[in-house]
């Protein structure tokens, strides 16, 4: 059977920085992201009895060997879970540049779980597609659902999924991906930084911090408080960046233009157009803001020359078959 899939790249509020099983990606602590709509992954999988081995495609690109093994790993998951053991041919393609800090991984297991659980014959509900997701890629569980997403970091495999969180945005919630250029595939993968982080000498402080953040991003969702989310949003852009940093040896993911960016959107909040920063591990900007403000940060951002461009995204929805 050939199914195929799309599914949004989302960027994370509360980090996942950090795991405590390897092999399960079960993770230090519970995050929280927003699903993007401007970036997705699309992927069809289909199973034959006729193909003798697995064949992974990727249009408009290259997939590296190791991203290769990680896919037929992800396969050998779904085979296991639909008990067959029919080889697979996987097309995917991205609406964006891979391995930049954009989070591709994400959208890109979250389609594959979705095209290949159902190419398999099997009909997963979205906590269980969640958590096939997450042993392909972490950040991939909070791909499934859509909208705004928490991942509880759970007891065991079966307890470590991303749901849904309720929230009536009456902000107008707008995210500015901002590239900043001459930024190269990112040299150092999430999952390499991870594992070097759990040296930092903050990493327990750290980890106490995240789960806080978690409780005070629900809260400041549910009662619609802009400050404290704003606040928690950069919070937690810093928490990850002091992990890395503090890392051994240390990783910096920022470009001349990461600060840059910073520095414009500190001055403009001085004069009540409030942006917040954050970065994933690699040095383009996500500005966190409301509607009303999207067209004034936009302008001024743009200005910079590091900044190659600005898109604007809005909240995604849940991973579908197409
Ligand atoms: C910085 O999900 O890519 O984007 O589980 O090793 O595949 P693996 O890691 P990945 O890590 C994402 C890290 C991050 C923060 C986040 O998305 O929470």
């Known amino acids: 059977m050939k199914v195929k899939a799309r599914a949004n790249s989302n960027i994370a509020i509360v980090k996942y920085w950090g795991k405590r099983d390897e092999k399960l990606r079960l993770p230090t602590n519970s995050s929280v992201s927003i699903t993007l709509d401007k970036l997705w992954t699309e992927t069809e999988v289909e199973f034959d009895k006729n193909f003798d081995k697995d064949v992974i495609e990727y249009i408009d690109g290259k997939f ?46 979250a389609a594959l779980s979705l095209a290949g659980s159902r190419a398999a014959g099997l009909n997963l509900s979205d906590k269980e597609l969640s958590i096939l997701a997450r042993q392909g890629s972490g950040s991939a569980c909070r791909s499934i659902s859509g909208g705004i997403v928490v991942w509880h970091k759970g007891e065991d495999n079966q307890s470590s999924y991303a749901e849904q969180i309720k929230f009536n945005d009456q902000w107008g919630l707008r995210i500015l991906l901002v590239k900043i250029k001459d930024s190269k595939e990112k040299k150092i993968s999430s999952t390499e930084g991870m594992k070097k ?28 408080d802009w400050k404290v989310f ?69 302008m001024k951002l743009n200005k910079i020359r590091d900044v190659e461009r600005v898109l604007v995204s809005g909240i995604g929805k849940g991973a579908r078959v197409i």
């Open 64 to 109: 590296r060997k190791k991203e290769i093994l990680r896919i037929i790993e992800h396969l050998e998951r779904i085979r296991n879970l639909a008990k067959i053991n029919t080889k697979a041919r996987v097309v995917t393609r991205n609406n964006f540049e891979k391995a930049a800090g954009m989070a591709s991984s994400a959208s890109g297991f």
């Open 197 to 224: 982080a759990l040296l930092s000498p903050y990493f327990k402080l750290a980890i106490d911090e995240a789960e806080k953040n978690v409780k005070r991003t629900v809260k400041a969702l549910r009662e619609n």
């Open 230 to 298: 704003g606040e928690v949003v950069e919070a937690e852009c810093f928490r990850l960046h002091m992990l890395t940093m503090t890392s051994k040896p240390p990783i910096i993911y920022w470009k001349p233009g990461t600060l840059e960016v910073f520095s414009q959107v500190f001055e403009m909040r001085k004069k009540r157009v409030e942006g917040f920063v954050t970065v994933d591990a690699g040095s383009h900007v996500h500005v966190i803001c409301r509607e009303k403000d999207v067209e004034k940060i936009t």
